[in-house]
């Protein structure tokens, strides 16, 4: 099988290929994959580290108020799809799969007009808008959340409910983090925040004016602050270095490890969090980000708290007495937490990535 994969932008985009490139290579071990990202995106720097053949086009997103850019996009689009044509045919791929980002626009477009067998997977609960013009010209559409099948309209007919393929990968996580390598105890009942790989500034603030507090609880608390902000907390304390049962450090390379290892997670909701949450069944206290396309992170978390699989906390509502009040309540609550990680380890799909191969077959048989 000959695999073409795009999708950029964010890690979100990106790990979801990734993780779907290693299933299908389990089940296909003659597979070969091309990635195809933008030269500025994050895909960059990811894609060739995995060790995928990775090729650059140059497009760029729609602006959604009015910019000259939008003027420009227009050209740009025509020779993306004409580079795009040229490195599918180059390639000549049984499939080609977009998991979300400006850059599948031209690629997943050009593969249509080629008559080569197209899918794109979307893993928010809000369509993205380059899905949605996708929509109408790709072979199937993979889904994370029942939610966004509407947001297809007619071409609802296409969808199918499949998970988000991070999450077979992140199933499989059966290993526990070392605590003492961040300064903590092994054992000890714990809390891990964090506001996404670059930290978010209004949960940091947040958690600033709580620390003197936290010190003094019998449950420890582990916080990522993203890099831009972890020396905002170094010379915020005096006693920064002094504390037993709080850490701070600026980045936390493998979550999931963390995830199946800590009592209970206070963070953003975006996709590929809350599918490595529900794939291990990992309690929360979900903060949507409120800069996110159409408020697309609200949805998500209600996906978890319409069934109590978490708690919610909008921006807007967030104060360190809130936070505070929720997260002690929760680390009081042996029972509650544990009703909470069944009812997400309910909504988790462990074998998304059989899912979605299954899906690409159908497509390469039809």
């Known amino acids: 099988m000959r695999v073409v994969l795009s999708g950029g932008g964010t890690g979100g985009h990106i790990y979801p290929a990734l993780a779907l490139q290693k299933q299908i290579k389990e089940k296909y071990p003659d597979a070969e994959f091309l990635y195809i990202g933008i030269a500025r995106g994050l895909e960059a720097k990811i894609v060739p580290e995995a060790g995928l053949r990775f090729e650059t086009i140059t497009i760029q997103g729609l602006k959604r108020s009015f910019s000259w850019d939008n003027m420009k996009l227009f050209s740009m689009m025509h020779k993306a799809i004409k580079d795009s044509k040229r490195l599918i045919r180059e390639f000549n791929p049984d499939v080609v799969i977009g998991t979300g980002g400006y850059v599948c626009a031209p690629v997943l477009y050009a593969a249509s007009r080629l008559h080569i067998p197209t899918v794109i997977h979307e893993q928010n609960s809000v369509a993205g808008i380059t899905n949605k ?18 947001d297809f309209g007619k071409n609802q007919y296409k969808v199918v409910m499949t998970g988000n393929p991070r999450a077979q990968e992140v199933a499989k996580v059966n290993t526990q983090a070392d605590l003492e390598a961040f300064g903590l105890q092994n054992g000890k009942r714990t809390v891990l925040i964090f506001g996404g790989s670059g930290g978010a500034q209004k949960i940091n603030q947040t958690l600033e004016q709580l620390i003197p507090k936290f010190v003094t609880r019998d449950y420890q608390v582990l916080i990522a602050s993203g890099a831009r902000y972890y020396e905002e907390f170094k010379n915020a304390f005096s006693d920064f270095n002094e504390w037993k049962n709080v850490q701070v450090v600026d980045y936390i390379a493998n979550m999931p490890e963390l995830f199946n290892t800590i009592d209970l997670v206070v963070c953003r909701s975006g996709a590929t969090t809350l599918t490595e949450l529900t794939a291990l069944g990992t309690p929360s206290i979900l903060i949507p980000s409120p800069n996110v396309t159409e408020n697309h992170q609200e949805y998500n978390a209600r996906s978890l708290t319409d069934h109590q ?9 967030l104060t360190s007495e809130r936070l505070l009040e929720t997260i002690d309540r929760l680390m009081a609550d042996d029972t509650l937490r544990q009703e909470m990680s069944v009812q997400s380890k309910k909504l988790g799909y462990p074998n998304a990535g059989d899912l979605l191969i299954d899906v690409i077959e159908s497509v390469l048989k039809s």
């Open 133 to 150: 013009f996708l929509s109408r010209f790709v072979n199937k559409i993979g889904i994370a959340f029942e939610r966004v099948k509407k």
């Open 309 to 317: 699989a978490a708690e919610m906390i909008v921006e807007d509502d």
